[in-house]
């Protein structure tokens, strides 16, 4: 099974930044594709942004695209969410995930459902 942890939420002031990290188990990080999806309390899961396996393309939702930043560290087996520019409607449990389907395309790797696995969640908090 593939273990992902999520760190970094936490309080922020609008207009303020946080990055939140990622860390998987296991030596075949690069094989995964990754994503950040987001839950508000009384919402669907919602789809933030991917990046692709050699970390060269990503896909943004609208609603952060210009503001947020998804990166990836394969030697680290770690995944980052940059956020910038923090509005109060971002607030949110944010999710890591990971696809093992390596044929995706990134359009299609906003659907939550063609993820394998998640990670338990961090909180963030956008408010003055």
């Known amino acids: 099974q593939v273990h992902l942890v999520e760190s970094g939420g936490g309080l922020v002031q609008p207009g303020g930044s946080l990055r939140l990290s990622c860390t998987a188990s296991g030596p075949t990080f690069s094989n995964y594709g990754m994503g950040w999806f987001r839950q508000a309390p009384g919402r669907e899961r919602e789809f933030v942004a991917v990046?692709?396996?050699?970390?060269?393309?990503?896909y943004y939702t609208d609603s952060t695209k210009g503001r947020f930043t998804i990166s990836r560290d394969n030697a680290k087996n770690m995944v980052y969410l940059q956020m910038n520019s923090l509005k109060p409607e971002d607030t949110a449990v944010y999710y890591c995930?990971?696809?093992?389907?390596?044929?995706?395309?990134?359009?299609?790797?906003?659907?939550?459902?063609?993820?394998?696995?998640w990670g338990q969640g961090t909180q963030v908090t956008v408010s003055s």
């Open positions: 995930a990971a696809t093992t389907d390596p044929l995706l395309s990134l359009l299609r790797r906003r659907n939550a459902r063609n993820y394998n696995y």
């Open positions: 990046v692709s396996r050699t970390g060269l393309n990503t």
